[in-house]
């Protein structure tokens, strides 16, 4: 065992000295895995940022709200089975809470309509496209993750009373008022003034595709009253334990059928959508976006240790005879293979370590220049390179130190 | 009884280090079978100076090969320190090699990035001595063969002389059974051979056994006993007249 360990030491040495003084190629072959490394480290912030932003994404459907819509959130076949279902009215919400509050330990708290359409928002002569503008209740908050910048949510009264007010998210309020509060201003949506009491703190955009942060939420009636056309309606049902996911939605599939009188042999008219579901739609899709990266990436490491390989193979033919010398001097098969193995690991790590460094540096960079682009560098990514490095080294070391490890000594002593 | 022995220099008596019989050893160049020995039998004691002479093709280099536990005979029996080599495996001939014999080498074969004193420890490292001891006993060893001064020089700062005295250190540091030296001066000039054939002498004064591989009668004359290869086989086998005279001298 005493011997294993000296063994390994002078391993060790032996590869720092060679390394040394073979500079020039050692810095080359490593530069083979340090592109390695950069690539799959790179590649594996990409990942974990895409992940987190994915998250943070789905995060906005909050994990305790079921979704009733004419849609289900998956890619379907059959689209026209779906095309031709009944709109879902915002109207259902009372029927919904009625049961809820009628049903004893009932899994689920509240239900709240919903119900949006596109719209230009205005405030002198700034102008906003494209804002989805939502009709709710003043419930809404409830069944929503975001946070106030400023001001506050409706009250139960304007809800009920149809208010002009309205909360406008922070792209808007960014877009129409660059310097000052848009508290108590009144913005024009419609040509109809609506005054601004809260301002929604930055959500980001639902997977890079758009801002969740070009918004204006007002109460129901009132919106009722101004955007019927073409507006689309939800209703949003919240959890009282998110636990209890399937029992809720049972219930709430159970409360849909008696609202939409739909006889017991008759199928859904209606989907009952959650974040878990669309989720595991998307999983897959983000997974082999993560597969097919590394595995380019991964390639590129492939050629570095490829040059690592074909380096301790010089390495063994140059110093045929210090193997042989070794072997008469007591070395054992095994001392030899781990010789050369500790040597390509060594390599391999060095080139680990620069690549890591390097990568690091870039993840800074273009963390401080694109600050949307989504990179995460974590400390388990540090681990995971260093593993990889040293499994390059070894996997790439193996058959020249096993080579070397069988080489005759009476062979190895007389080659020149 | 042994100690005795030693004290009289009767080596030819004394315990038997190798006992070799009837070794032979066949190899496959190409389409040809070599036979490079053809059935060898020999028997060394302790604190015997043995030369092994012959020409290129004798079967010199193959006998030194078993001798030194690089290789194993194909027939024949090979018993070292009572052990049969002839049928160990790969890591007990290595482990033999390592504690047993000390080799010297023409082209010297030290490490070329190491200092003597490292180049010396190889040995006990791979005998698995911790680094204090391993120091020591490498420091005590080049002291031995007069390079106390040159322990932290790399190869290429010393002399051939130098070097292969190095070499001598790093074959006696583990205090081996045999110390095999393979034309331990075809390397180097004859005023500098001379000085390590008198290195090789004082060894052998201190009691160790040494085997000489060499082609060259005027170092074969070093040995006390010398043994002619010819075609794979042992021609001649004899103890020089220097040794009778040494042994009328301590006698007497």
Known sequence: MRRFVYEISESWKIAAAQMRSNMMRSTLTALGVIIGIVAVTLMGTAISGISIGFDKSMAIFGDDVLYVGQWPWKQVDDWWNYRDRKKIKTEYAEPINRMIVATPKSNLTVAVPTSSVYRSVKYGNGEVNNVLVRGTVSDYVITSTFDFKEGRFFNELESRGGANVCVVGYDVANALFPSASPLDKSVLINGQPFKVIGVISRQGTFLGLFSLDSIVVMPLPAFQKYFTAKSEADILVKVKDKTKLAEAKDELVGIMRRVRGLSPEKKEDFSINEQQALKSTLDPIKNSIAIAGLFITGLSLFVGAIGIMNITFVSVKERTKEIGTRKALGARRRTILLQFLIESTALCLLGGFIGLTLAFLMCFLIGVGFPSFPVHFSTDLVLVSMIVSVLTGLIAGFAPAWTASRLDPVAALRYE | ?252
């Open chain 2, 1 to 252: 009884m042994e100690t005795l022995d030693e004290s009289l220099n009767i080596r030819p008596h004394g315990r038997s280090v190798i006992e070799i019989q009837d070794i032979t050893k066949r190899y496959v160049m190409g389409e040809e079978i070599v036979h490079a020995l053809r059935g060898v039998s020999l028997r060394i004691h302790r604190n015997e100076y043995i030369a092994i002479m012959g020409p290129s093709g004798s079967g010199k280099s193959t006998l030194m090969n078993m001798l030194g536990c690089l290789d194993t005979p194909t027939s024949g029996r090979y018993e070292f320190n009572g052990k049969n080599v002839a049928e160990m495996d790969d890591n007990e001939l290595a482990e033999i090699r390592n504690r047993e014999i000390g080799f010297v080498f023409q082209t010297f074969n030290l490490l070329p990035r190491s200092t003597s004193l490292r180049n010396v420890e190889l040995p006990l490292i791979y005998a698995g001595i911790n680094p204090e001891k391993r120091e020591e006993m490498a420091a005590h060893a080049l002291q031995e063969v007069g390079l106390a001064d040159r322990m932290n020089h790399k190869p290429n700062e010393l002399s051939g002389g130098q070097r292969q005295r190095v070499a001598i250190a790093r074959a006696l540091v583990n205090n081996p059974s045999i110390i095999l030296a393979d034309e331990p001066t075809g390397n180097l000039d004859s005023k500098t051979g001379g000085e390590i054939m008198a290195v090789m002498e004082t060894l052998y004064q201190r009691g160790h056994t040494i085997i000489l591989v060499t082609h060259e009668a005027d170092i074969a004359r070093h040995a006390r006993r010398t043994v002619h290869l010819r075609d794979g086989l042992i021609e001649s086998d004899d103890y020089l007249p220097l040794m009778e005279s040494e042994f009328a001298i301590s006698s007497s």
